[in-house]
Protein backbone atom coordinates (compact mmCIF):
# COMPACT_ATOMS: atom_id res chain seq x y z
CA UNK A 1 0.00 0.00 0.00
CA UNK A 2 0.80 3.67 -0.07
CA UNK A 3 0.53 5.73 2.59
CA UNK A 4 1.62 9.61 3.67
CA UNK A 5 2.10 9.84 7.47
CA UNK A 6 2.89 13.47 8.52
CA UNK A 7 5.81 13.99 11.39
CA UNK A 8 5.22 15.84 14.12
CA UNK A 9 8.37 15.78 16.17
CA UNK A 10 7.84 18.56 18.75
CA UNK A 11 9.98 19.43 21.54
CA UNK A 12 12.54 18.01 23.96
CA UNK A 13 13.09 14.65 23.02
CA UNK A 14 10.58 14.52 20.43
CA UNK A 15 12.37 14.81 17.26
CA UNK A 16 15.43 11.58 18.68
CA UNK A 17 12.41 9.53 18.66
CA UNK A 18 10.40 10.62 16.30
CA UNK A 19 13.44 9.28 14.01
CA UNK A 20 13.79 6.17 15.39
CA UNK A 21 10.34 4.97 14.29
CA UNK A 22 10.51 6.40 10.79
CA UNK A 23 13.73 4.43 10.55
CA UNK A 24 11.65 1.27 11.77
CA UNK A 25 8.64 2.57 9.33
CA UNK A 26 10.93 2.70 6.83
CA UNK A 27 12.44 -0.93 7.35
CA UNK A 28 8.44 -2.12 7.30
CA UNK A 29 7.89 -0.17 4.36
CA UNK A 30 10.44 -2.62 2.26
CA UNK A 31 10.22 -5.48 3.50
CA UNK A 32 6.57 -5.70 3.22
CA UNK A 33 6.96 -3.53 0.01
CA UNK A 34 4.86 -0.55 1.40
CA UNK A 35 5.53 2.93 0.14
CA UNK A 36 5.30 5.89 2.83
CA UNK A 37 6.07 9.08 2.65
CA UNK A 38 6.96 11.20 5.49
CA UNK A 39 6.21 15.26 5.56
CA UNK A 40 7.47 16.90 8.70
CA UNK A 41 5.83 19.53 10.19
CA UNK A 42 5.90 21.89 13.13
CA UNK A 43 3.98 21.67 16.15
CA UNK A 44 4.27 23.03 19.81
CA UNK A 45 6.71 25.02 21.39
CA UNK A 46 9.26 24.58 18.20
CA UNK A 47 6.36 25.93 16.44
CA UNK A 48 5.82 29.00 18.64
CA UNK A 49 9.58 29.72 17.97
CA UNK A 50 9.56 29.91 14.39
CA UNK A 51 6.05 30.62 13.55
CA UNK A 52 3.95 32.27 16.59
CA UNK A 53 1.42 29.36 16.56
CA UNK A 54 1.39 26.29 18.45
CA UNK A 55 -0.02 24.97 15.33
CA UNK A 56 0.61 26.26 12.19
CA UNK A 57 -1.92 26.56 9.13
CA UNK A 58 0.82 24.68 7.23
CA UNK A 59 1.28 21.81 9.89
CA UNK A 60 -3.14 21.26 9.92
CA UNK A 61 -3.09 21.64 6.24
CA UNK A 62 -0.58 18.24 5.79
CA UNK A 63 -2.03 16.95 8.37
CA UNK A 64 -5.28 16.75 7.02
CA UNK A 65 -4.38 15.63 3.49
CA UNK A 66 -2.28 12.62 4.88
CA UNK A 67 -2.90 9.04 6.09
CA UNK A 68 -1.53 9.06 9.44
CA UNK A 69 -0.41 11.41 11.94
CA UNK A 70 3.04 10.28 14.54
CA UNK A 71 3.62 13.22 17.23
CA UNK A 72 6.96 13.21 19.14
CA UNK A 73 6.20 15.64 22.18
CA UNK A 74 5.22 19.13 23.24
CA UNK A 75 5.80 21.69 25.56
CA UNK A 76 8.84 22.33 28.21
CA UNK A 77 9.70 25.02 30.43
CA UNK A 78 10.54 27.49 27.95
CA UNK A 79 6.92 28.03 26.80
CA UNK A 80 5.48 26.77 30.56
CA UNK A 81 4.71 30.67 32.10
CA UNK A 82 1.28 30.16 33.39
CA UNK A 83 0.61 33.95 31.82
CA UNK A 84 2.08 33.05 28.15
CA UNK A 85 -0.57 33.99 25.76
CA UNK A 86 0.25 30.66 23.41
CA UNK A 87 1.26 27.33 24.69
CA UNK A 88 2.61 24.26 23.03
CA UNK A 89 -0.59 22.17 24.70
CA UNK A 90 -3.06 24.32 22.80
CA UNK A 91 -1.41 23.19 19.40
CA UNK A 92 -2.24 19.88 20.57
CA UNK A 93 -5.52 19.83 21.67
CA UNK A 94 -5.97 22.06 18.37
CA UNK A 95 -5.20 18.87 16.68
CA UNK A 96 -6.96 16.43 18.21
CA UNK A 97 -10.02 18.50 17.50
CA UNK A 98 -9.11 19.27 14.01
CA UNK A 99 -8.74 15.64 13.23
CA UNK A 100 -11.65 15.04 14.95
CA UNK A 101 -9.68 12.33 17.27
CA UNK A 102 -12.32 11.29 19.97
CA UNK A 103 -11.28 8.57 21.10
CA UNK A 104 -7.78 7.89 22.52
CA UNK A 105 -6.75 4.45 23.00
CA UNK A 106 -3.91 3.87 25.87
CA UNK A 107 -2.84 0.08 25.98
CA UNK A 108 -1.29 -0.44 29.61
CA UNK A 109 0.00 -3.76 28.89
CA UNK A 110 3.50 -5.56 31.40
CA UNK A 111 6.45 -6.50 28.30
CA UNK A 112 7.03 -10.33 30.09
CA UNK A 113 11.21 -9.25 29.56
CA UNK A 114 10.15 -5.97 32.18
CA UNK A 115 7.80 -7.65 34.35
CA UNK A 116 9.48 -6.71 37.46
CA UNK A 117 10.32 -2.79 36.62
CA UNK A 118 7.07 -2.47 38.82
CA UNK A 119 7.23 -0.85 41.93
CA UNK A 120 4.22 -3.03 42.48
CA UNK A 121 4.50 -6.52 43.64
CA UNK A 122 4.92 -8.84 40.77
CA UNK A 123 1.84 -10.89 42.03
CA UNK A 124 -0.34 -7.97 41.73
CA UNK A 125 0.97 -6.77 38.37
CA UNK A 126 0.61 -9.90 36.64
CA UNK A 127 -1.22 -10.62 33.29
CA UNK A 128 -2.50 -6.82 33.55
CA UNK A 129 -3.66 -5.75 29.88
CA UNK A 130 -5.55 -3.05 30.07
CA UNK A 131 -7.13 -0.80 27.35
CA UNK A 132 -8.00 2.39 28.18
CA UNK A 133 -10.27 4.52 25.50
CA UNK A 134 -10.28 8.38 26.77
CA UNK A 135 -12.46 11.06 24.94
CA UNK A 136 -10.42 12.80 23.71
CA UNK A 137 -12.05 15.92 21.99
CA UNK A 138 -14.70 17.10 24.84
CA UNK A 139 -15.10 17.52 27.97
CA UNK A 140 -13.49 20.37 30.68
CA UNK A 141 -10.26 20.31 27.84
CA UNK A 142 -12.91 22.25 25.73
CA UNK A 143 -16.05 23.24 26.96
CA UNK A 144 -17.24 27.00 27.22
CA UNK A 145 -16.49 29.29 28.63
CA UNK A 146 -12.98 29.20 30.28
CA UNK A 147 -11.08 31.90 31.39
CA UNK A 148 -9.88 34.00 34.29
CA UNK A 149 -11.34 37.83 35.02
CA UNK A 150 -10.92 39.70 38.63
CA UNK A 151 -13.89 39.17 40.75
CA UNK A 152 -14.31 41.20 44.39
CA UNK A 153 -12.15 38.45 46.27
CA UNK A 154 -9.41 39.10 43.73
CA UNK A 155 -8.15 36.53 40.91
CA UNK A 156 -10.85 33.99 39.66
CA UNK A 157 -10.31 31.10 37.18
CA UNK A 158 -13.16 28.61 35.59
CA UNK A 159 -14.04 25.92 33.20
CA UNK A 160 -16.77 23.97 32.10
CA UNK A 161 -17.04 20.53 31.95
CA UNK A 162 -19.83 19.38 29.43
CA UNK A 163 -20.65 15.99 27.59
CA UNK A 164 -23.42 15.73 25.16
CA UNK A 165 -24.54 11.86 24.70
CA UNK A 166 -23.46 12.10 20.97
CA UNK A 167 -20.31 12.28 22.26
CA UNK A 168 -20.82 9.93 25.07
CA UNK A 169 -22.27 7.16 23.29
CA UNK A 170 -19.37 7.35 20.21
CA UNK A 171 -16.60 6.61 22.52
CA UNK A 172 -18.83 4.09 24.43
CA UNK A 173 -19.19 2.38 21.49
CA UNK A 174 -15.64 2.41 20.60
CA UNK A 175 -15.17 0.72 23.85
CA UNK A 176 -17.44 -2.02 23.79
CA UNK A 177 -16.02 -2.83 20.06
CA UNK A 178 -12.78 -3.21 21.46
CA UNK A 179 -13.44 -5.26 23.80
CA UNK A 180 -15.39 -7.88 21.47
CA UNK A 181 -12.20 -8.86 20.50
CA UNK A 182 -10.91 -8.79 24.13
CA UNK A 183 -11.69 -10.38 27.44
CA UNK A 184 -15.21 -8.82 27.03
CA UNK A 185 -15.57 -6.64 29.70
CA UNK A 186 -16.02 -2.41 29.78
CA UNK A 187 -15.49 -0.36 33.11
CA UNK A 188 -17.13 3.01 32.67
CA UNK A 189 -15.20 5.53 34.47
CA UNK A 190 -17.38 8.58 36.33
CA UNK A 191 -18.22 10.88 38.68
CA UNK A 192 -21.88 10.60 38.91
CA UNK A 193 -22.13 10.60 42.60
CA UNK A 194 -21.01 14.53 42.17
CA UNK A 195 -21.56 15.65 38.54
CA UNK A 196 -24.03 16.59 36.64
CA UNK A 197 -22.43 16.32 33.08
CA UNK A 198 -20.84 12.28 34.30
CA UNK A 199 -24.79 11.44 35.78
CA UNK A 200 -25.29 11.65 31.64
CA UNK A 201 -22.57 10.02 31.09
CA UNK A 202 -23.50 7.11 33.30
CA UNK A 203 -27.25 7.11 31.80
CA UNK A 204 -25.61 7.36 27.94
CA UNK A 205 -23.01 4.52 29.23
CA UNK A 206 -26.51 2.38 30.36
CA UNK A 207 -27.79 2.26 27.17
CA UNK A 208 -24.80 1.29 24.94
CA UNK A 209 -24.09 -1.57 27.56
CA UNK A 210 -27.75 -2.62 26.81
CA UNK A 211 -26.86 -2.89 22.95
CA UNK A 212 -24.14 -5.46 24.12
CA UNK A 213 -25.22 -8.09 26.30
CA UNK A 214 -22.50 -10.24 25.80
CA UNK A 215 -20.37 -7.73 27.11
CA UNK A 216 -19.56 -7.83 31.17
CA UNK A 217 -20.18 -4.12 32.25
CA UNK A 218 -19.35 -1.85 35.12
CA UNK A 219 -19.20 1.57 36.51
CA UNK A 220 -16.79 2.92 38.98
CA UNK A 221 -16.38 6.18 40.41
CA UNK A 222 -12.76 7.96 39.82
CA UNK A 223 -11.66 8.12 43.34
CA UNK A 224 -12.32 4.40 43.56
CA UNK A 225 -11.17 3.64 40.20
CA UNK A 226 -7.91 5.36 41.05
CA UNK A 227 -7.34 2.91 44.44
CA UNK A 228 -8.37 -0.53 42.47
CA UNK A 229 -5.55 0.85 39.31
CA UNK A 230 -3.34 -0.29 42.12
CA UNK A 231 -4.95 -2.47 44.47
CA UNK A 232 -6.04 -4.96 41.47
CA UNK A 233 -5.11 -4.07 37.88
CA UNK A 234 -5.44 -7.35 36.65
CA UNK A 235 -9.30 -7.24 36.48
CA UNK A 236 -9.45 -4.38 34.34
CA UNK A 237 -10.18 -5.06 30.21
CA UNK A 238 -11.37 -1.89 28.56
CA UNK A 239 -11.83 1.08 30.64
CA UNK A 240 -13.63 4.23 29.60
CA UNK A 241 -14.04 7.20 30.47
CA UNK A 242 -13.85 11.36 29.88
CA UNK A 243 -10.88 13.71 28.72
CA UNK A 244 -10.02 14.87 32.38
CA UNK A 245 -9.84 11.75 34.40
CA UNK A 246 -8.31 9.61 31.24
CA UNK A 247 -5.46 11.87 31.71
CA UNK A 248 -5.01 11.48 35.21
CA UNK A 249 -5.75 7.37 35.42
CA UNK A 250 -4.13 6.81 32.18
CA UNK A 251 -0.80 8.69 33.85
CA UNK A 252 -1.72 6.18 37.03
CA UNK A 253 -1.62 3.37 35.17
CA UNK A 254 1.25 3.46 33.26
CA UNK A 255 3.19 3.11 36.42
CA UNK A 256 1.82 -0.33 37.07
CA UNK A 257 4.38 -1.57 34.16
CA UNK A 258 7.05 0.97 35.68
CA UNK A 259 7.64 2.00 32.42
CA UNK A 260 6.34 5.45 30.90
CA UNK A 261 8.83 5.17 28.08
CA UNK A 262 6.89 2.27 26.95
CA UNK A 263 3.62 3.18 26.46
CA UNK A 264 1.96 3.88 22.99
CA UNK A 265 -1.45 5.90 22.36
CA UNK A 266 -3.77 5.92 19.37
CA UNK A 267 -6.23 8.76 18.75
CA UNK A 268 -8.85 7.74 16.35
CA UNK A 269 -11.98 9.37 14.68
CA UNK A 270 -15.33 7.45 12.87
CA UNK A 271 -13.94 4.93 10.88
CA UNK A 272 -11.88 6.00 7.58
CA UNK A 273 -10.30 9.62 9.40
CA UNK A 274 -6.73 10.18 10.18
CA UNK A 275 -5.21 8.99 13.06
CA UNK A 276 -3.13 10.53 15.51
CA UNK A 277 -0.08 8.39 17.45
CA UNK A 278 2.12 9.52 20.01
CA UNK A 279 4.23 7.72 22.72
CA UNK A 280 2.24 8.46 26.23
CA UNK A 281 5.60 10.57 27.76
CA UNK A 282 6.16 13.74 27.76
CA UNK A 283 9.15 16.23 25.58
CA UNK A 284 11.45 14.99 28.82
CA UNK A 285 13.28 18.55 28.22
CA UNK A 286 15.88 17.22 31.13
CA UNK A 287 17.59 14.23 29.20
CA UNK A 288 16.42 16.02 25.43
CA UNK A 289 19.24 16.24 23.25
CA UNK A 290 21.76 13.77 24.82
CA UNK A 291 20.76 10.57 22.93
CA UNK A 292 19.67 8.91 25.92
CA UNK A 293 15.70 8.82 25.57
CA UNK A 294 13.87 5.50 25.30
CA UNK A 295 12.30 5.69 21.51
CA UNK A 296 10.41 2.00 22.16
CA UNK A 297 6.90 4.43 23.12
CA UNK A 298 7.02 5.78 19.76
CA UNK A 299 8.00 3.21 17.71
CA UNK A 300 5.30 0.99 19.55
CA UNK A 301 2.79 4.19 18.41
CA UNK A 302 3.93 3.45 14.88
CA UNK A 303 3.02 -0.14 15.01
CA UNK A 304 -0.40 1.32 16.40
CA UNK A 305 -0.59 3.55 13.16
CA UNK A 306 0.01 0.30 10.95
CA UNK A 307 -3.07 -1.78 12.81
CA UNK A 308 -5.04 1.26 13.37
CA UNK A 309 -5.18 3.39 10.13
CA UNK A 310 -3.46 1.33 8.03
CA UNK A 311 -5.15 -2.51 8.98
CA UNK A 312 -1.47 -3.99 8.38
CA UNK A 313 -2.03 -6.36 11.07
CA UNK A 314 0.93 -8.30 10.37
CA UNK A 315 3.36 -5.59 10.16
CA UNK A 316 2.19 -4.18 13.29
CA UNK A 317 3.19 -7.34 14.74
CA UNK A 318 6.02 -7.81 13.28
CA UNK A 319 7.61 -4.21 15.02
CA UNK A 320 5.79 -5.91 18.76
CA UNK A 321 7.62 -8.93 18.31
CA UNK A 322 10.84 -6.85 17.47
CA UNK A 323 10.86 -4.84 20.75
CA UNK A 324 9.85 -7.69 22.61
CA UNK A 325 12.77 -10.18 21.33
CA UNK A 326 15.42 -6.97 21.65
CA UNK A 327 13.56 -6.73 25.54
CA UNK A 328 14.03 -9.82 25.82
CA UNK A 329 18.12 -10.22 24.75
CA UNK A 330 18.43 -8.07 27.63
CA UNK A 331 19.03 -4.18 25.61
CA UNK A 332 17.68 -1.57 27.73
CA UNK A 333 17.67 2.24 27.53
CA UNK A 334 18.89 4.02 30.81
CA UNK A 335 15.18 4.42 31.75
CA UNK A 336 14.67 0.66 31.96
CA UNK A 337 18.04 -0.41 32.84
CA UNK A 338 16.81 -1.67 36.55
CA UNK A 339 19.39 -4.35 36.81
CA UNK A 340 22.76 -2.66 36.07
CA UNK A 341 22.89 -3.49 32.62
CA UNK A 342 24.63 -1.24 30.30
CA UNK A 343 22.11 1.18 28.73
CA UNK A 344 22.01 1.63 25.25
CA UNK A 345 21.38 5.18 23.66
CA UNK A 346 18.12 6.11 21.61
CA UNK A 347 19.87 5.30 18.13
CA UNK A 348 21.30 2.15 19.22
CA UNK A 349 17.91 1.17 20.63
CA UNK A 350 16.18 1.64 17.03
CA UNK A 351 18.60 0.11 15.28
CA UNK A 352 18.07 -3.05 17.04
CA UNK A 353 14.61 -3.15 16.33
CA UNK A 354 15.59 -2.12 13.14
CA UNK A 355 17.24 -4.76 12.64
CA UNK A 356 15.70 -7.38 13.95
CA UNK A 357 13.04 -6.58 11.41
CA UNK A 358 15.29 -6.63 8.40
CA UNK A 359 16.52 -9.99 9.81
CA UNK A 360 12.93 -11.74 10.26
C1 LIG B 1 -1.58 13.66 27.46
C2 LIG B 1 -0.96 14.96 27.88
C3 LIG B 1 -1.76 16.10 27.25
C4 LIG B 1 -3.18 16.02 27.80
C5 LIG B 1 -1.17 17.51 27.43
C6 LIG B 1 0.27 17.58 26.95
C7 LIG B 1 -2.01 18.54 26.74
O1 LIG B 1 -0.92 15.06 29.27
O2 LIG B 1 -1.65 13.41 26.25
O3 LIG B 1 -1.97 12.88 28.33
O4 LIG B 1 -3.45 16.53 28.90
O5 LIG B 1 -4.03 15.48 27.10
MG1 LIG C 1 -1.43 13.25 30.27
Redo the contacts with the bound molecule.
Keep these: MKAKITLLPGDGIGPEVVAEARKVLDVIASKFNHTFTFSEQLAGGIAIDQTGNPLPEETIGACLESDAVLLGA??GPKWSDPTAKVR??QG??QL?KSLNAFA?LRPVKVFDALADASPLKAERVQGVDIMFVRE?TGGI?FGQPSGREMVPEGRSGHDTMRYNEMEIRRVLKVAFELAHGRRRKVTSVDKANVLATMRVWREVAHEVAAEYPDIEYEDVLVDAMAMYLINRPADFDVVVTG?MFG?IL??EASMITGSLGMLP?AALGEAGSIGLY?P?H?SAPDIAGKGIANPLATILSAAMMLRWSFKLHEEAEAVETAVSHILAAGHRTRDIAYHGENPIGTVEMGDLVAQALSER
Design positions: VGPELLRNLYNDSDSEIG
